[in-house]
């Protein structure tokens, strides 16, 4: 953990000490007197808010941590932000390796915090570099196994991850259990609807080959669909500029595979994308990953299914 969480996490534990001998950090909001209080939900992401929000609808209140418009892999939480997840009925996590700060944060109160991680709740691959890639840091022999951390990719584990969801709230607060019941099947059948979109349209696709010039944080997506697939870097990479013989190799591919398109992903400069296209006469394409939006995209009411639906449509522009 980096030097910035762990003196945030001591000025959170300090404050509550100066605040009295013994004191204990509030409970959740729906344990106040009367228990009058909406049940209160913190998500760590998009995708994590976006599936709490459809199951909790009007019956509770969701909160993301993460700022619109912020890179999801630079985010540090703020005191504020950690006193949310402490104080929270229900936690809802990614549950990898970069959250390993979560961790302290947990462990540093005397009271549990209700969690659900939606690595869990998901069958998780390991993280893999492919041919072309700039190669990552490998374990060691015997060392544990990374795996990938963004399974709310394919629509399929959303489904899953969003009927955990809506376990979690109906076991939470039975007063509220049929809307949240309600709520779950309804955005439930919108995923498998989106499932089936993608499904239909991939059977048409002769070549199932897409290049990113950029990180690819869609191996749970292409694994769901067939696809073959070759980037610049693995999808929780903090390098930016590739090596020339990566630049190359991906160059070479996109004409061998006589593709027309190479993909970059949301807050990306993408740089490398349009090395590539410029070398080759592709065009460069937005494939959102739903890993966080812009705050001009959360106004206008993006969800994950809007992104994944303009995901779709830009795919069946640049796939023959």
């Not at 228990?35 to 993301?64: I, K, L």
């Not at 955990?164 to 949240?180: P, W």
């Not at 990953?289 to 995209?297: E, G, I, P, R, T």
Request: proline share 5%.
């Amino acid at each position: 953990m980096s030097k910035r969480v762990l003196f945030f996490l001591a000025a959170v534990l300090t404050a509550g000490i100066l605040c009295g001998c013994g004191a204990k950090p509030a409970p959740p909001a729906s344990s106040a007197a009367g228990g009058e209080e909406r049940m209160q939900v913190v998500a760590v992401n998009f995708p994590c808010y976006d599936f709490a929000r459809a199951v909790c609808g009007d019956a509770a209140d969701v909160t993301m941590l993460l700022p619109p418009g912020v890179e999801s892999h630079s985010y540090e939480p703020t005191p504020k932000d950690i006193l949310k997840v402490q104080s929270c009925d229900l936690f809802v996590c990614v549950g990898g390796e970069s959250e390993a700060w979560l961790d302290t944060i947990l462990q540093s109160v005397d009271h549990p915090v209700r969690t659900l991680k939606m690595i869990d709740c998901v069958k998780p691959l390991a993280e893999e570099t492919v041919e072309g890639m700039e190669s990552h840091e490998e374990p060691e022999a015997g060392g544990t196994v990374d795996y990938d951390e963004h399974v709310w990719t394919a629509p399929a584990n959303a489904v899953e991850i969003t009927q955990a969801i809506g376990r979690e709230m109906e076991a939470l607060d039975a007063e509220n259990a049929s809307a949240y019941r309600a709520n779950t099947a309804a955005y439930v059948s919108q995923l498998r609807q989106l499932d089936a979109d993608f499904k239909s349209f991939f059977a048409t696709v002769s070549n199932k080959t897409v290049i990113f010039g950029d990180r690819f944080p869609l191996r749970y997506f292409v694994e769901e669909y067939g696809l073959t697939y070759y980037a610049a870097f693995p999808g929780c990479s903090t390098q930016t500029e590739p090596s020339a013989a990566t630049i190359a190799f991906l160059i070479d591919k996109l004409k061998a595979e006589h593709l027309s398109t190479v993909y970059y992903i949301e807050f990306s400069n993408h740089l490398v994308a349009d090395s590539i296209a410029e070398a080759t006469g592709a065009k460069t394409a937005l494939f959102h990953s739903c890993h966080n939006v812009s705050q001009a995209d959360m106004d206008a009411g993006a969800t994950y299914l809007t992104l994944m639906e303009k995901n779709l449509e830009t795919l069946k522009a640049t796939m023959k």
